[in-house]
């Protein structure tokens, strides 16, 4: 069982910048593939971005270049650093883990609200 815990949503103006965090429980982080999802107000959940354990990243076109994922082993915890926000970032974001990378995301943290005042 894999538990996952985000912090660090908020309030912040466009341009502006803000970084979460997602702690995730368990001894063997290095082979859980991460991903940070978002939903916004009225639309389907989508894939931010996503970490496997190599540090390969992928990310969806509306945020690269201006969206970081990274993962701390020492710490078991994965970030996404956005700079640049645009009101259109606005949504619920969530961390997930899968072991199995040709699996669906199983594990899933309580999601954090991030708002993008333009």
């Known amino acids: 069982q894999v538990q996952l815990i985000a912090s660090g949503g908020g309030l912040v103006q466009a341009g502006g910048s803000l970084r979460l965090s997602c702690a995730a429980s368990g001894r063997t982080f290095n082979s859980y593939q991460m991903a940070w999802f978002r939903q916004a107000p009225g639309k389907e959940r989508e894939l931010v971005a996503s970490?496997?354990?190599?540090?390969?990243?992928e990310y969806v076109d509306s945020v690269r270049g201006r969206f970081t994922v990274s993962r701390d082993s020492a710490e078991s915890t994965v970030y996404l650093q956005m700079n640049s926000l645009k009101a259109e970032d606005t949504a619920v974001y969530s961390c997930?883990?899968?072991?199995?990378?040709?699996?669906?995301?199983?594990?899933w943290g309580p999601g954090t609200q991030v708002t993008v005042s333009s």
């Open positions: 997930a883990a899968r072991i199995d990378p040709f699996d669906i995301y199983k594990y």
């Open positions: 970490i496997i354990g190599t540090g390969r990243t």
